[in-house]
């Protein structure tokens, strides 16, 4: 393992992360913060409680979940992209790094952004709601998962897009259809029994669900299935990432 | 001296079927200065390339240093430093962060001396705090040299490393490539401006279609391949050749007020001796004698065009 050059490129993108920290923040409090507004206040006061949890604190898992998920993704998309825009991915072919390095070093800084600005989130969500964490240990571990797992597929994406377009659009037509019918505001018991059966074919349910559950204790799935759905969508984003660098699928000639 | 970069029977394909790299086979001594010459599309891009990893050889072999470049790929990629054609960099980042990456990247420790001395060599320090995008065109192509040299190779590819350069800055690149000859940097560059390879250059690659036409030590290319020309300019005009030199190969030029005498430098006699005498005889004046030899352009391009004549 060339740990020097994992450290070099995860230093590398952390520095363009804190650079624009501002643009990086303000984002997703100020959406977040909306969603609590609209959500939380003007619709959730006239929703009942879900599963014995206020509307207000149902929704802060999936709120974070939703912002952890696309934040690991275009972090992950872009930190790829950009050098293969700008020409500078000859620097990467060309050093002595294997492909678990070179993922390594740009997902771990793509999932530590993803995972910094989650918990931003979850500070800000104490403004406007009374939340209590049952399991904290396992809300780490739910956070950590998802912010690897999805800064893998951005990886992913950013390898595969050919322009920016391509690579805005994985994210806004497949991931937020996805997290926004996952159950990030509503729980799938609610749903008609069609749509309830529908929905275990989204693996965003599953995390969602299993985050929840560290939060309350409920859930729409076992946790057990939680934690599996994420280890298989991990497994799977590494084994296309091995593949695209062993044929060097859009990198390599 | 030692060969450090073998190339034997390398060929390239690309996905289109179209065969970048016919055979091509270079060994290269530790410590020289190698220019490959050759037209746009000749090749040279992709050698490069295809040595330092970023596309991959379809067949044949290239060791750095005895080190395969597929099989033992990091001990290999170690020891070059590439500096590629086109100016590639994060334009929003300083310059000696993006060095220090260079140099991580390559797997060498954080030493803060090493980098304050590539910046310095290449006149980089004061401007160490600035972003990319400040710097002229110029200042980048020296960033890209100090990142190619931050983890300290041994073997340095520059592709074009004075395309589109002006003259100032060009003649402060082959200052740079002589500083690193004197450290022991083996340097292979790429051009098709002859006068660069005639500046620096101990030998000569030249390269076209994706074959390798021959190597040669440049003085020795120069002399083997080299033609001389003595212009005899007159007081007056003439019309033609006189008939009392048509034994020699003359030709006309300036409108008449030139004889223009082509020969081998290699040759035992040149028998200019014998034409200055006979144009005395022939009762010719003579304003000035003017000798010139043929530039590594004009070798160069009857190379191009008759690539038999390299054998």
Request: glycine letters at 8%.
């Amino acid at each position: 393992m060339n740990w020097t050059a994992i450290r070099a490129i995860y230093v590398f993108e952390m520095t363009r992360f804190f650079r624009t920290i501002a643009q990086s923040l303000i984002s997703p409090v100020l959406s977040t913060s909306l969603y609590f507004v609209v959500f939380g206040a003007a619709i959730g006061s006239r929703i009942d409680q879900v599963e014995g949890v206020s509307y207000g604190a149902f929704i802060v898992p999936g709120l974070i979940m939703l912002t952890v998920m696309t934040q690991g993704i275009s972090n992950a998309s872009f930190g790829i992209y950009f050098p293969k825009f700008i020409g500078t991915i000859y620097e990467l072919l060309s050093a002595p790094v294997n492909f678990l390095e070179i993922v390594m070093g740009y997902v771990g800084a793509a999932a530590t952004k993803a995972m910094f600005i989650g918990i931003i989130i979850l500070i800000t969500s104490f403004f406007f709601v009374d939340i209590q964490i049952q399991n904290p240990a396992a809300m780490i571990a739910f956070l950590v998962l998802t912010c690897i797992s999805f800064a893998l597929f951005g990886f992913i994406i950013g390898i595969w897009a050919g322009n920016f377009e391509q690579l805005q659009l994985v994210p806004l037509l497949i991931i937020t259809p996805l997290v926004f019918l996952g159950g990030s505001f509503y729980s799938i018991t609610m749903l008609p029994p069609v749509w309830q059966t529908i929905s275990m074919f989204n693996p965003v349910v599953y995390l969602i669900s299993g985050f929840r559950w560290a939060f309350f204790g409920i859930q729409d799935v076992p946790i057990a299935t939680s934690l599996l759905a994420i280890g298989l969508f991990t497994a799977l984003c590494l084994g296309a990432i091995w593949w695209i660098f062993k044929t060097g699928w859009r990198i390599r000639q | 001296m030692s060969t450090i970069l073998s190339i034997q029977n390398l060929r390239k394909s690309y996905a289109g079927g179209f065969e970048a790299l016919k055979g091509v086979n270079l060994d290269i001594e530790e410590g020289e200065i190698i220019a490959l010459l050759g037209p746009n599309g000749a090749g040279k891009t992709t050698l490069i390339s295809t040595v330092c990893g970023i596309t991959m050889p379809t067949s044949g072999t290239v060791t750095v240093a005895g080190f395969d470049i597929l099989s033992n790929y990091r001990e290999a990629r170690r020891l070059i430093g590439l500096v590629p054609q086109e100016i590639a960099l994060e334009p929003f980042e300083k310059v000696i962060n993006t060095v220090r990456f260079s140099r991580g990247l390559f797997g060498k420790g954080r030493k803060d001396s090493a980098v304050e001395d590539i910046l310095k060599r290449l006149s980089l320090w004061d401007k160490r705090d600035n972003q990319i995008r400040e710097l002229s065109g110029g200042m980048k192509r020296r960033v890209l040299i100090a990142k190619a040299l931050a983890h300290e190779p041994r073997v340095l590819f520059l592709d074009e490393p004075t395309a589109g350069v002006d003259v100032e800055l060009r003649k402060d690149m082959w200052e740079i490539v002589e500083q690193l000859r004197a450290d022991g940097v083996t340097t292979i560059l790429t051009t098709h401006y002859i006068e660069e390879a005639e500046a620096i250059a101990d030998r000569i690659g030249v390269i076209s279609k994706g074959e390798i036409l021959l190597v040669e030590d440049k003085d020795t290319l120069m002399a083997r391949m080299g033609k001389k020309q003595l212009d005899v300019q007159l007081t007056a005009k003439i019309d033609a050749v006189p008939d009392a030199l048509s034994s020699y190969d003359l030709t006309l030029g300036d409108d008449g007020w030139t004889l223009v005498y082509s020969y081998d430098v290699n040759a035992e006699r040149t028998g200019i001796t014998m034409l200055l005498n006979d144009v005395q005889k022939a009762g010719l004046q003579l304003r000035d004698v003017v000798t010139r030899q043929s530039s590594l352009e004009d070798i160069f391009v009857s190379l191009v065009n008759q690539p038999e004549a390299a054998q």
